[in-house]
């Protein structure tokens, strides 16, 4: 392949995009994806959350088969609830580029803070609309954990995780209060931790 074929920076170096999606959710863990593209980058990725559900699908099987290489990284309820949520994140994006099998020479990072690691890296906020590699990424990244919180519907099928994949919909608080805390929900968080503390709720 020739270096004109790959998705490069003005200096001609490999650069990637990293995105998390899961911050938000009750349950679940945080997952993040790294991509590397070909250029020019499939036509319509942006961020994740623009798009239908049936276009992330097929936008991320377009991006899995012609990134130049792309990688999935995660942190688990556990370590979400050890570290906090920012740094549970940050660890699961250095994973995610960690696991590429090319290394960048450039890392964009959709936010405002950067993991620790050695690659050069710049961080954009709402880069995952201006930048397609970091739009790749959370497309990537939002069909890996939207699938996961599918797969975790089916063994706690009284908490919705299909339809609202973990967020704090009033659907969720209600079934928290009925069912109580599951073993996927993060209990660090305020509305679990204010259940957990109620003898009287689950």
Request: with cysteine; proline share 6%; aromatic share 4%.
């Given at each position: 392949m020739k270096s004109a074929d790959l998705f490069q920076d003005a200096a001609g170096h490999l650069v990637a995009g990293v995105d998390e999606v899961g911050r938000g959710p009750l349950a679940g863990d945080?997952?993040?994806?790294?991509?590397?593209?070909?250029?020019?980058?499939?036509?319509?990725?942006?961020?994740?959350?623009?798009?239908?559900?049936?276009?992330?699908?097929?936008?991320a099987e377009t991006i899995r088969s012609e990134a130049?290489?792309?990688?999935?990284?995660?942190?688990?309820?556990?370590?979400?609830?050890?570290?906090?949520?920012?740094?549970?994140?940050?660890?699961?994006?250095?994973?995610?580029?960690?696991?590429?099998?090319?290394?960048?020479?450039?890392?964009?990072?959709?936010?405002?803070?950067?993991?620790?690691?050695?690659?050069?890296?710049?961080?954009?906020?709402?880069g995952d609309q201006t930048e397609p590699a970091i739009g790749a990424a959370s497309i990537l990244a939002k069909v890996q954990r939207d699938g996961e919180m599918l797969a975790l519907h089916e063994h706690y099928p009284g908490y919705g995780f299909d339809r609202h994949k973990g967020y704090p919909t009033k659907a969720h608080i209600t079934a928290l209060e009925t069912l109580g805390v599951s073993p996927v929900h993060r209990r660090s968080f305020g509305p679990v931790k204010r259940l957990l503390a109620d003898p009287e709720v689950g």
């Open positions: 945080v997952v993040a994806a790294a991509v590397i593209l070909k250029d020019p980058p499939p036509e319509g990725v942006t961020d994740s959350k623009a798009l239908s559900a049936s276009r992330r699908e097929t936008l130049l290489c792309w990688a999935l990284g995660r942190a688990t309820v556990a370590e979400i609830d050890e570290l906090n949520i920012l740094q549970a994140s940050l660890l699961a994006m250095r994973r995610a580029v960690e696991g590429l099998t090319l290394r960048p020479s450039l890392v964009l990072v959709d936010g405002n803070r950067l993991p620790r690691w050695s690659f050069e890296a710049r961080a954009i906020v709402k």
